[in-house]
Every structure is written in C-alpha cells, then in structure tokens.
C-alpha cells in the first residue's frame, strides 16, 4: 500500500470524527433551542419552575457530548492524540468515515427530536407540576437510541483499529 | 350548497420551533382555565360576596378590584380578555392568530361609528382609535382593505345605507378580512375553523336580516364577495323560508342550522349561534395535541373567550336573577 493511499485513509477517518461531533453538536444546540423556548414562555408566567425546565432543557445536550466521545475515540485509536500513529488502511478509512457520518447523523436527529419531546414534556410540567417525574421520562425514552449508536459507534471503532487487524490488511 | 370541512378529521398539524415561546405560556396558562363544574356551582351561589371569592384564583382575579361594581363585570371581563390577547399577540411569531380575536372589536366600533356616534365604545384591536374617528367624517381611506376595497370598486354610497344594510356591509368586510387573516397563515386547523365560524356568522347574519322583514335579495349584495361562500348567500337569500336552508348549508352547520329550528321561535338564532361557536370550540381542542404552532394560540384564545362570555353571562344572570336552567342552557363549551 502507498503512502498515498494511507494518507487518504487517515483523512478519511478524520473526516468521519469531525462529521461525528460536528453533526452531534448541531442537533444538541438545536434540540436545546426548541425546549430552551418552550421553557422560557413557561417561566414568563411561572418563574418557580426554573428547576423543574432546566433538567429538560439540558437533555438534549448529551448528544452533543455522544458525538465528541466518538471523535476522541477516533482520533486516539488512529493516533491521531497520543501518538504512535498507525497505516490506516483506504478500506478502514471509509469505514470509519461512515461510522463517524452514521454515529452523526443518529445523534443530530435524536437531539431535536428530544428537544420536541422535551417541548412536550415542559408542556405537562406547566400544566401540571406534580407530574415533572413522568414528563422526564419520554424524552429519556429518545436518549436510548442515541446510546446505542454511540456504544455501535464505539464497538466499531475499537476493532476497526485493531493493530493486527490493520497489519494484516496493509500485508 | 357549500362544501364544508372534514370537521371530524383533525387536520393535520406540525410542531413550529418559532412558537415555543408562546406556546410555552400558553401551557403554564391553560392551567388557570376554569373547568366545567365551576359555572355550576356560580350559578348556585346566592350571595354577590361568595362569587367574588369563588373568582379568586382566576385569570379576572386581578381585575376584580373591591370598587369595581358589578354591573361593570361584562367591561371587566372584555378587558381581562383583551389584555391577555394583546400580551400573547406580542409574543407570538405572527399576529395572526390574535387579530382573528382583537379585530371582532374593529368592526364594532366601525359599526359604532357609521351610525354617527362619537367615541370608540370598544377595546381597539388593530385599528386606532383616530382612524375610527376619521370614519365619522366620512373618510375610510384608512380602514382595512376588506372594508375599504368594497367601498372603491363598485360604486357604494354608505351614507345612503339605512342601519341593517349598513350592518350587512360592516359584517361582510369582518367576515372578509377574518378569511384573509387565515390564508395569511399556514395552518389548515385554523382555516377549517375560521371558515365554519364565517358560514355560521353568515347564516346568523341572514337569518336576523330575514326576521326583520327585508328582502334577503336586496340586500345580499352589501355583504359580498365572501370567496367561496359567494354561492350560499346567494342561495340563501333565493330561499326566504328558514326551513329549507339546512339542506342548502349542508355539512355541520347544516345539522346545527336544523337543529336550532327544534328550539322556541325566539331563541332559534342565539341556540344556532352558540352551537356554531361550540362546534369550532371542540374543533380547535385538536391544537392540544401539537407542542408549539399557532393553533395552540388560537385554542387556547377560544377558550378564553368562551370563559369570558360564561363568567359574564352566569354573573350577570345571577345579577338579574335568571334562571339557572336558561344560564346553564347558554354556557359555552368547556374543554377539559
């Protein structure tokens, strides 16, 4: 394998990380924009349930940290972070390419639309305050699936990055 | 015979980013929305001070002042009302949705106007009051396109309208800029509402000028163009016998129409109206399944009126010693 080709590998992958927290980013800013507006017409009428409408409004931002995780994990199996760089692989780039694109894009959707169902849940707080306990818990249902993709994410990036699996390939 | 809505079928609605603000509010205020057992239990009550304790609590609450007397409560509540509108018009993306509400005042104090009386008896909703005195000098370069455009088109003298044709011109131009406001915005739930409250204000509108003797034909014209609803009017007023209008009208406001008919020969046309305005109630509760959109203003703008117009009937009836069968009889309907 040429350089060349291990060049557009690494570039690949790295693409792939800013792609995975760059997206992420993106939807937890948005998904806490459309609760952060719910909660702060609430608050207009009822200051007292501050406490109550932060804890959903920052749910939507986890996603954002999902993403970055992601983007660490790559950049420090590929040696990116911490040196000791491997040959990545052109076949092992476009994979992690569109792991990172993939883990992205589960992340952007899964923000906003926690961010709604966060919306919904501020809804029934305002109506009802007693009821903030079960209101937490639709948006937390969006937080499941967000999870997984970072856990496949995860998976995926470690055995991808395996040494003997990329010197074999390179052989 | 009009084609009405699918009033049955929730129109679709989607979740607007914009309006989480507003809608937010709204959520924390619709919990001060009275629920049905409290008209009830208003209605029984004997005593003048334990109606003012049992409005503790409510959205009227701060504008119950201990000087206030009560044959100012229906001024009260039209001002409660108002000013919350107004408040939620501020904080909303669009206009729209309140001004459906705020421009009902419009008009009225138009109506005021052209029969040549002085002030703005009514809380002015888009149209300033200097504008409403320019009408009293015969200048209505300044009013509404709906009412203004009708007046530079063909040829139409106001001043030689006698008071129902001239009612009939105002009411067209209301009815006209409340179908202009709703296809200004984008929400099928709130058109479909609209739409039934303006064939229902037509019906009613044709059905007082009829018991008062007039020529439907005559004066039909006063109230036109109302776009798709051109051709009920028209038939309408080919038919002067009520009895047959519910097959012409059709659709719900067909069978409310038919219905109303069944009820005393004096309280036909006030039974119709309050079943429209209950039918387009029950209709904008759909809005409560969408977390932020304008629909949720206009539902929650409905039931407000719809409170507004209960507490004033049932405190004023208890005023003047009504009969607690006819208030309940004439309460709105009370979403849960």
Redesign the interface.
């Known amino acids: 394998m040429t350089p060349e080709w291990i060049e557009i590998g690494r570039g690949l992958c790295y693409a792939g990380a800013g792609l995975a927290f760059g997206l992420a980013g993106a939807g937890s800013a948005y998904g806490i ?2 609760a ?11 200051p007292e ?1 501050f406490g109550r409408m932060l804890v959903m409004v920052a749910l939507p931002g986890t996603q954002g940290f999902y993403g970055f995780i992601a983007a660490i994990l790559i950049m420090t199996q590929t040696g990116l972070i911490g040196g000791g760089s491997l040959k990545i692989t052109l076949g092992t780039g476009i994979a992690l390419f569109f792991i990172g694109l993939g883990d992205g894009i589960a992340q952007l959707m899964s923000a906003i639309k926690q ?2 169902a966060s ?2 849940g ?3 707080i ?3 305050p007693e009821s903030a306990g079960r209101a937490i818990l639709f948006p937390a249902f969006v937080e499941t699936y967000a999870v997984v993709a970072l856990l496949a994410t995860i998976l995926f990036i470690i055995f991808l990055t395996q040494p003997s699996i990329i010197q074999q390939a390179v052989r | 015979m009009t084609t009405l809505t699918t009033s049955l079928l929730p129109p679709s609605l989607k979740n607007r980013p914009e309006w989480g603000f507003v809608c937010g509010r709204i959520s924390a205020l619709e919990g001060k929305l009275l629920s049905k057992e409290f008209y009830p239990s208003i209605i029984e009550m004997h005593h003048t001070e334990d109606i003012f304790q049992h409005l503790q609590g409510t959205f009227i609450e701060d504008y119950l002042g201990p000087g206030i007397p009560w044959e100012d409560f229906s001024a009260v509540a039209d001002r409660c009302f108002y000013d919350l509108a107004v408040s939620i018009r501020e904080d909303s993306p669009s206009p729209v949705p309140a001004n459906l509400f705020l421009i009902r005042n419009d008009y009225l104090n138009i109506k005021y106007a052209l029969s040549r009386m002085e002030g703005v008896p009514f809380l002015p909703g888009t149209i300033s009051e200097h504008i409403i005195y320019s009408v009293l000098d015969r200048d209505y370069g300044d009013l509404p396109a709906p009412f203004r455009e009708r007046i530079t088109g063909p040829a139409m003298d106001l001043d030689e309208l006698d008071e129902t044709a001239s009612d009939v011109f105002v009411d067209g131009a209301y009815l006209r800029h409340m179908l202009d406001l709703a296809a200004q915005i984008d929400s099928p739930l709130i058109q479909v509402c609209v739409l039934e409250l303006v064939v229902g204000h037509t019906v009613s509108a044709l059905w007082r000028v009829l018991r008062q003797g007039r020529d439907l034909k005559s004066i039909v014209d006063y109230m036109m163009p109302l776009g798709e609803e051109n051709s009920l009017v028209f038939e309408l007023s080919d038919m002067p016998d009520p009895a047959v209008w519910p097959d012409i009208i059709g659709g719900e406001i067909g069978d409310l129409f038919s219905r109303a008919l069944q009820m005393p020969y004096d309280e036909q046309i006030s039974t119709f109206e309050l079943k429209v305005t209950n039918l387009v109630l029950h209709m904008a509760t759909y809005a409560r399944f969408e977390t932020s959109g304008p629909e949720r203003v206009f539902d929650f703008l409905m039931a407000l009126e719809a409170e507004m117009q209960n507490l004033k009937l049932v405190v004023t009836g208890k005023i003047n010693r009504i009969d607690a069968d006819v208030l309940g009889a004439r309460l709105r309907y009370v979403g849960g």
């Open positions: 924009a459309i952060s507006h719910a909660a702060a017409g609430v608050m207009r009428e009822k349930l961010g709604e919306a919904a501020i809804s029934l305002a109506r009802r």
